[in-house]
């Protein structure tokens, strides 16, 4: 085999081999948890939930 077909050959199975490596990120689920309930309650004070007279009164009145 030519010297420039195996080399070839050679970073196509070392590109192959790289693009089946996984790395896979474990986190602490306390720690996800508490990253979760710290997003809810921001979304929670950003925008406050309309109670229903409030809701009908935007639409032009109750029906």
């Known amino acids: 085999m030519p010297l420039p077909v195996r080399t070839g050959l050679a ?3 070392i ?3 790289a693009a089946c490596v996984t790395i896979n990120i474990y986190f602490p689920a306390a720690a996800a ?3 979760a309930d710290k997003i809810i ?3 929670w004070q950003a925008s406050p939930p309309e109670k229903k007279e409030d809701a009908a009164a935007n ?3 109750e029906r």
């Open 11 to 13: 970073i196509a199975v």
């Open 15 to 17: 590109l192959g081999v």
């Open 33 to 35: 948890e508490k990253a």
């Open 41 to 43: 309650d921001e979304v």
């Open 59 to 61: 639409r032009g009145g």
